[in-house]
């Protein structure tokens, strides 16, 4: 659908702000009778199984010699079911900032998809541009664009334009942005996601891993995060290769979303279900156990936490005395001893009922004048069938406050842009917390 | 105190070259009879209790209803403690790089403060501009700065001007400073701590963790001491939550201290000691070993360093022969090829006796004309009771006794400019050693 | 030699693409009879002994008393051997961003070595340049050699000019080079080699660490290998001052690859030998096998790659079933899920021969019009005598292809550019992968 909101002002502010899943299909398939297949299975999604972004994809995904095939696939598959698509609709052409016959290329694609005439352009949001340079190249590709808008009578700014940072090049431009967008001579507002592309960056870059992974290459990750954070755009992690590997794919996203970078490319239906719903804080909480860096969910008994592994062991010798071993090294401990030792080994994940609950006891606080208050977190241990309960405090202010509120603004976000996903989320929440969260912050 | 020492100069010097403590206090406390109270007690403080710089906190530590009462009160306190107080303050004033209207209260608790028949603006050393932009945000606290200094007659570049560091758009700004200081249309010459505040930074970048634990920023952090060291000013790492854990604290500085940022935020007077005695140098060296990725100290008994944990173990077996085990692996070497082995394991964490010592004789070597010069460290360990000794040679060349030179130039900064603290440092080096540290380098 | 390869033009293009070994000796040697011994020694070496950059260093090499010998020495070995030397000549003079009259001394270093009638000139490539400072700074140091190609008569350019990152203020300089490179009052096209130098970098910046030892500068190693992509520039890690651990400067250079900073300086002979051959692939493959963070790499007999650790145990209990522990957590399994599992616990390190017939199943299924094809990877495995066939897809497109192309493409550039090395080649690999290697991509 094009609900024309991923095009952000200079104030950094745009209509929707957070994006979950870029999910890529390729524009045309060889050697199938219906070359838009992939196209046509991914526009009929629907719930936690569409994302958030869909890319119809005419660069990499679609072999050279299908490309032709693969502009008319878009055309026809977005006029005839791009309405009723949940997300937003942003097809990647082709464009090189060494090549000017690519980039001449890639104009003549979005002329044609974006022709008034075919019946697709009012469903789609903007355009992907793939392996930018520096500054001026991103501004080649906006000259683009805003070519295609005033041929067709579109508005300035109407197509939102996001780029795939995946050269040194790009990189750098991320930091000139900022004194770039907004200038007379460009129309930059319109950037809309800036989307890692590690395998072609890996390339650039001239990176030699052993085995041909890919390096982890946090340094870009952050720099991409900043970049959104200070120009009010939307940052995506690049394709997680090892498509089988769910867990390493969830990982990704835990460490990218520590960076800010709340959005990650999906290749398949598993991996956008996962992207969709890994941001949203769970439905209820748990214990973590870290051991030497071994950390370890506790599981819940009748509202007691329960370790049964190896690596601790715990003991009661006598009133207020245990034995506690940690890994290899064993002590005796009295009672004050063991919860502050438990505690510098635990760690609550808190679920969305638990940050609801927060924020509203904090909103309580501030409207009765207060400026801080402690959050109160207790529960019950069972270590090798000892029970111990321990509690902790933690100061809340206005900066705990507005950090706790990301994950809710993600969730309102996602609520209020998917009315597809409304039901899983009722599913998955309940009625009550979910009402909660909604009004909170 | 105000000796006006943090006002940088263009060639990258300053008087005062380290600031280890950034210690804040709430300027007014809510519901209490006296609002001043913590800036009574912070005021008072003197030697390893008193920080480096103290900053007067108008800002987030002071209720938004309260700030009224806390520009009176910073008043009123400098004007009667200041001249004692032996570090440096910065008060800490509302500034939003979004907000015109709290930039406009910015100036106007600016003005209130330094105006000069309030008495406070003599012990002033500079004010901290929190929630700074981009470069052109820079300028016009930057201007504020300009305003007040010719309103009250003082000196151009008077007040020095502190940036907290903690939007996107700030860490951009850091890189662009080089080139926009010393412009004739700005003052940023006046520019002293550069402070990362990773609480609202992580609200500005949208990071998100499960347990709500802010991340650690690295790449932030190295971005804030490369800029200081570009325009020689001094990086400020932000506050470290957990007020409690002391060892996370003194982690964290070690850590920070490997990317060149040698200071840290302090919130309450445990902290404040713990980071003004951090950096300095050891009183006794220390030997360290390290068997796949855990480090233990060893501890010394009639100058032999023993270890006796479970993660080696070693047996003569005939004369040069060693059964020799290290985690899970064990060998049979021989006496060269244990002390080989021992070599790779263990570290040798140097005194401040030790590095005097080393630069003294570097030096020696220097004025008879040699370039370069190997130092020998050798010690006795212990291992399940069989001992071995183990050398070492390093050489040192310019660039090595340089890169020594910094936590000797902390020491004498210290010594120099904190007089409150000598006794304490003489009472924890001895007499000796102290006279030989201030006049080498 | 000078074969002016290094010199690299504005489309992020030059001659020689890589470079593995910077190599410096001692311009001059104090107390000795033949003062320029190590020169000499140097500029003998052939095939893998010799670098692919060598650097008579009359900088920190040299001792300040000795540095107009070191400039004697340069012009008479390089006259005399230089004809001969298989790889690139880049003395590196002094140099100092804040000193204006050691910048006065580089450039007169540069006018004596670069003078014709000194007939060192002709084998000589460039100049290697210390202690930069911002982009400004760079600048200075390209006039110099500007003068000096016009003083002397020499093509505009003809001289490559190689920078030592050292400093915050070169770091930063790093961003700005893609837009000042270009500009028509500068020549730094000539630009060849960005170098960093940590040990006077950790003094810059301040950094201190508890043993002495450097710091690993992640980010200052990334900046300067995205430099190097952006501006089409070769990027090299500084000194590994460990001189006789191998094993570590072995893993700081993969660790340096993953980064695509893929040449290193070289302080021995030892380490020319090991930053030669360490970026080639390996001659065979190997499979790595990683437990809770523990890689080792398996052993072959009779083609079956055996593990007899005590990380791993497997038994098989009967038909279909097996007991298998990994570390502490053991779990019965049947086939499958014990393929997937020790899919999950292994990698594989591919061969020149496993590249290159990748490479060339690609490049035939291209031909035949296929954008993406599967390549299978199998072995059997032995843990505990239970042998184990495993086996894996990859998906194989463009993207991979050109990513898999850098370590071919670094193998090509030294087979062509390195005559004397091509017997070595030849004797590690064989002829008949050698052929191939150079044929694909």
Redesign the interface.
């Known amino acids: 659908m094009s609900i024309q909101t991923t095009t952000m002002r200079s104030?950094?502010q745009q209509d929707r702000s957070f994006v979950r899943t870029f999910f890529t299909s390729p524009a045309a398939v060889?050697g199938e009778t219906d070359s838009a297949k992939m196209l046509r299975r991914a526009v009929q999604l629907r719930g936690m199984r569409a994302p958030d972004v869909w890319v119809p994809d005419n660069e990499?995904a679609?072999?050279?010699?299908?490309r032709d095939d693969g502009i008319e696939n878009i055309v026809d598959i977005v006029a005839e079911h791009g309405e009723s698509f949940p997300g937003e609709i942003h097809p990647r052409i082709v464009w090189h900032r060494?090549r000017p016959d690519t980039r001449y290329q890639g104009l003549q694609q979005m002329l044609y998809i974006a022709d008034p005439e075919r019946g697709a352009i009012e469903y789609i949001d903007g355009f992907v541009v793939p392996e930018v340079g520096?500054i001026d190249d991103w501004k080649k590709a906006d000259e683009c664009l805003t070519i295609i808008e005033t041929e067709y009578g579109l508005d300035e700014g109407r197509l939102s334009m996001s780029v795939i940072v995946e050269?040194?090049?790009a990189?750098?431009a991320l930091?000139d942005l900022?004194d770039e967008i907004g200038k007379p001579t460009n129309n930059l507002e319109r950037l809309s996601l800036l989307v890692d592309g590690e395998?072609?960056y890996?390339?650039?870059?001239?990176?030699?891993?052993?085995?041909?992974?890919l390096?982890a290459w946090?340094?870009l990750r952050?720099?991409t995060?900043?970049?959104?954070?200070?120009n009010g755009l939307i940052a995506i992690d690049g394709p997680y290769?090892d498509i089988r590997?769910i867990d390493g794919y969830h990982e990704r996203m835990?460490t990218n979303?520590?960076?800010?970078l709340?959005g990650i490319w999906a290749l398949t239906p598993e991996q956008v279900i996962e992207a969709n719903t890994a941001?949203l804080p769970p439905k209820t909480g748990s214990w973590?156990l870290d051991v030497?860096g071994?950390t370890v969910e506790l599981y819940m008994e009748d509202d007691v936490h329960i370790y049964d592994g190896?690596r601790l062991a715990l003991e009661k010798t006598e009133t207020d005395r245990y034995r506690f071993r940690v890994g290899?090294e064993e002590q005796a401990v009295c009672d004050d001893e063991l919860h502050e030792e438990l505690l510098?080994l635990t760690?609550?994940?808190?679920s969305l009922t638990d940050i609801v609950d927060s924020m509203e006891t904090f909103e309580e606080a501030t409207e009765a004048?207060?400026?801080?208050i402690a959050m109160e977190q207790s529960t019950t241990l069972s270590i090798d069938g000892v029970e111990v309960s321990i509690s902790e405090e933690r100061?809340w202010?206005?900066?705990?406050y507005?950090?706790?509120?990301?994950?809710i603004s993600?969730f309102q976000d996602v609520y209020e842009n998917r009315p597809d996903q409304r039901e899983e989320l009722r599913e998955m929440y309940g009625e009550h917390v979910l009402k909660r969260a909604m009004n909170v912050g």
Do not use: W
């Open positions: 104030d950094g060889e990499d679609t072999a050279p010699s299908m060494d520096d050269s040194g090049q990189e750098l930091a900022r395998v072609d890996t390339k650039d870059m001239r990176a030699i891993t052993p085995t041909g992974e390096p946090p340094e952050h720099n995060s900043r970049s959104a954070s200070a290769d590997d835990t979303q520590a960076k800010g709340l941001p973590l030497n071994h190896e290899s510098n760690d609550y994940v808190p004048g207060k400026g801080a100061m202010d206005e900066a705990t507005q950090a706790a509120q990301t994950p993600l």
